[in-house]
């Protein structure tokens, strides 16, 4: 045996034997098989062999994230993804495809595969070299490309993009480009036979390819270097890049053109709901920003504006209406899950600090969460508030009215969201509890009841715990009963729920085991907001000369203008 300290790790290795454990590491004799398990958390029940699960950090450990990637964004932002965000890949994924088709390269998953990993490899390179954007640029593949292409002197070798099927057009933008109805993917059913590769879907993809193409057509490197094998010498992708880049599509006009309508107009073959919702998702930014242009760049003005146009539209049936209503109830979303968050660190810390090892009944450490958690003093308004446990919580949440009228619910977040305080998150809640009344009235039908009705199988959405807070409070409870409240019904209960359905892999931060509630030191407590998809609706904005910087301040564009009319008025 040979022993080695890796990262306080102990490593054995055992050459022959059948399969045993050491020092927290499985060996498996043989074929010298190491597979390196995390120590086990403490408190782990001893019943269980650590073996047969795997420590995780888990990433929504209480359920509210799920909410909004599976059942929100899908609504208000169908065809985008978080990081599909650069309209030039569109062109180039459709121009790379055409390729493919054009020179009968082999028909197969494996070597379509083979062939975009090798194009986006050469088309990062040339995007990491371009003169304008190449210093910021974060092409596919660009955390494996910069060091490369930062030494390549004067040639740079040939490569591959991101390990995965079909590379980073595989991960990111396959599906929008489906949902575009610009790709049929390879396994759909065309003359009784599913298709072995990718293919363009359309008239239109077509076009779009074609009009990239006409764009790079008399660049040495898709004359003389694309799909070949030798190096590419820097100054043929710097000559690329000056026509090809990410940041050059609005400089190719009747590409851009065809790009724009690819994802706002109606046509056979896509969903023509989706469409409308898309328009309504890029328009709403854009409209917001003639009073507002930070919420272009900034996605907490955006936050701002929304909740800000949000009043106006309680009785309206619009388009504009409708659209406000929505994403306001998305940021509602968000705020309840952000005062959560807040609880959340509150509970594993009291929790990791003062629960024994073995644990110790719930409504005994509920007990000590109404002692420990219940006081603080805290900003509020143009000064501070001291809060105490004994106080009535309609008593506070009247005061939170009071003392935040004209403050954005966004201030508020940005104030709490990283307090230490578990009564900040209860502030939050409250506040947005408060602020949500302007929506009591609205229809059924409306944007606001659509979304802030979509809940998960652990949490409730946003109406669903506001019903549910307002009943707790109708009942005239004091501060320290509240937060034991949602820290019952909010934090433990669904954590342990789903974490539980997500053995083998342990992803416990603590365990109702039996009757008594068990703290675990790992994993991490963090967890952050899901993607709203405000930084890819800003970045395919501008791509597609939606908005721009003019004299360094971020301005709507004619083409963003006209699509702001077309879709509101």
Request: net charge neutral.
């Given at each position: 045996m040979m022993r080695c300290d890796i990262l306080s790790l102990i490593v054995i290795c055992m050459i022959r034997g059948g399969s045993t454990s050491v020092n927290g590491f499985k060996i498996k004799g043989g074929s010298v098989g190491i597979e390196i398990i995390k120590p086990a958390p403490s408190g782990w029940p001893e019943w269980v062999d650590r073996h047969q699960f795997t420590v995780k950090d888990g990433r929504d450990p209480l359920g509210l994230e799920t909410i909004t990637t599976d059942r929100i964004v899908p609504l208000l932002v169908p065809g985008i993804l978080a990081l599909s965000g650069r309209a030039r890949y569109v062109s180039l994924h459709l121009f790379l495809l055409d390729e493919f088709a054009r020179r009968r390269l082999e028909p197969t998953a494996a070597n379509q595969s083979i062939y975009m990993r090798r194009c986006e490899y050469d088309f990062g390179a040339a995007v990491l070299l371009c003169e304008r954007c190449g210093a910021e640029a974060a092409p596919v593949g660009a955390m494996t490309l910069r060091p490369i292409v930062r030494r390549a002197e004067h040639e740079v070798p040939r490569g591959f993009s991101v390990d995965s099927d079909l590379g980073g057009y595989g991960l990111y933008y396959r599906t929008p480009l489906r949902e575009l109805g610009l790709v049929t993917q390879r396994g759909t059913p065309m003359d009784n036979r599913p298709i072995p590769i990718d293919l363009l879907a359309s008239p239109r993809a077509e076009a779009i390819a074609d009009a990239f193409r006409e764009a790079i057509k008399d660049t040495a490197f898709y004359r003389q270097y694309f799909l070949g094998q030798e190096p590419i010498p820097r100054a043929v992708l710097q000559a690329f890049a000056r026509v090809g880049c990410l940041c050059r599509l609005a400089e190719s006009p009747h590409e851009v053109d065809l790009v724009r309508r690819a994802f706002f107009e109606e046509w056979s073959g896509v969903d023509p709901e989706a469409v409308r919702r898309r328009r309504q998702a890029f328009a709403l930014m854009l409209r917001l920003a003639e009073t507002t242009p930070e919420v272009l760049k900034d996605e907490a003005w955006h936050h701002r504006a929304t909740l800000a146009a949000l009043e106006s539209t309680v009785g309206e049936s619009s388009a504009w209406a409708t659209t406000v209503q929505r994403w306001a109830a998305l940021y509602g979303k968000e705020y309840y899950q952000d005062g959560l968050l807040v609880l959340w660190r509150g509970v594993n810390r009291l929790g990791r600090e003062h629960c024994p090892p073995d644990g110790m009944p719930p409504s005994a450490f509920l007990d000590l969460v109404r002692r420990r958690l219940s006081s603080a003093s805290l900003p509020l308004g143009a000064g501070t508030v001291a809060l105490d446990g004994a106080q009535p919580t309609n008593q506070v949440l009247n005061e939170v009215a009071r003392?935040?009228?004209?403050?954005?619910?966004?201030?508020?977040?940005?104030?709490?969201?990283?307090?230490?305080?578990?009564?900040?998150?209860?502030?939050?809640?409250?506040?947005?509890?408060?602020?949500?009344?302007?929506?009591?009235?609205?229809?059924?039908?409306?944007?606001?009841?659509?979304?802030?009705?979509?809940?998960?199988?652990?949490?409730?959405?946003?109406?669903?715990?506001?019903?549910?807070?307002?009943?707790?409070?109708?009942?005239?409870?004091?501060?320290?009963?509240?937060?034991?409240?949602?820290?019952?019904?909010?934090?433990?209960?669904?954590?342990?729920?789903?974490?539980?359905?997500?053995?083998?892999?342990?992803?416990?931060?603590?365990?109702?085991?039996?009757?008594?509630?068990?703290?675990?030191?790992?994993?991490?407590?963090?967890?952050?907001?899901?993607?709203?998809?405000?930084?890819?609706l800003s970045s395919l904005g501008r791509d597609m000369d939606l908005w721009n910087d003019v004299d360094g301040i971020p301005r709507v564009m004619a083409a963003g203008r006209d699509l702001v009319r077309a879709t509101f008025i």
């Open positions: 003392r935040t009228v004209g403050q954005s619910l966004e201030d508020l977040r940005s104030a709490y969201v990283g307090s230490k305080h578990a009564l900040a998150g209860i502030l939050m809640l409250l506040a947005l509890c408060d602020r949500a009344r302007v929506m009591d009235t609205v229809s059924d039908h409306s944007g606001w009841q659509e979304i802030s009705r979509q809940g998960g199988n652990s949490q409730p959405g946003l109406h669903g715990f506001i019903s549910r807070f307002r009943a707790h409070l109708s009942q005239g409870p004091v501060l320290a009963d509240t937060l034991a409240w949602l820290v019952q019904n909010f934090v433990i209960r669904p954590h342990d729920q789903i974490a539980t359905t997500k053995l083998p892999d342990f992803t416990f931060r603590f365990r109702l085991e039996g009757d008594r509630l068990k703290f675990y030191d790992s994993p991490g407590i963090e967890f952050g907001l899901a993607d709203s998809r405000h930084s890819a």
